[in-house]
Nanobody, 128 residues
Framework: QVQLVESGGGLVQSGGSLRLSCTASRRTFSRVAMGWFRQFPGMGREFVAA????????SYVDSVKGRFIISRDDALNTLFLQMNNLKPEDTAVYYCAAAPNGFFSADSYRTSNKYDTWGQGTQVTVSS
């Protein structure tokens, strides 16, 4: 069974940075699109960023453009989310997700129903 294990969350002051990692046990990691979502208390999961298979394209929600960078290291089966200039409104539980395929550009993977495997989530808290 494929597993996604996230790490890198924590508490940071406004304006600070964090780097989230998500390691997959999947040998076909390089062939599938990957994404990051976040969930605010009492809300559903919100799309944050996606990256196509083999790092061809990326896609971001408008609120994180210019601050967050999604990347992947296929040799390590690891997905990253570099988060810079963090704001209190970025406080949420962050989830990585793997799609069952990698046929399309990253813009096609902006909804949670495009993914079939999820990590356990990691808490990011930004203090003002």
């Amino acid at each position: 069974q494929v597993q996604l294990v996230e790490s890198g969350g924590g508490l940071v002051q406004s304006g600070g940075s964090l780097r989230l990692s998500c390691t997959a046990s999947r040998r076909t990691f390089s062939r599938v699109a990957m994404g990051w979502f976040r969930q605010f208390p009492g809300m559903g999961r919100e799309f944050v960023a996606a990256i196509s298979a083999r790092s061809g394209t990326t896609s971001y929600v408008d609120s994180v453009k210019g601050r967050f960078i999604i990347s992947r290291d296929d040799a390590l089966n690891t997905l990253f989310l570099q988060m810079n200039n963090l704001k209190p409104e970025d406080t949420a539980v962050y989830y990585c997700a793997a799609a069952p395929n990698g046929f399309f550009s990253a813009d096609s993977y902006r909804t949670s129903n495009k993914y079939d495997t999820w990590g356990q989530g990691t808490q990011v808290t930004v203090s003002s």
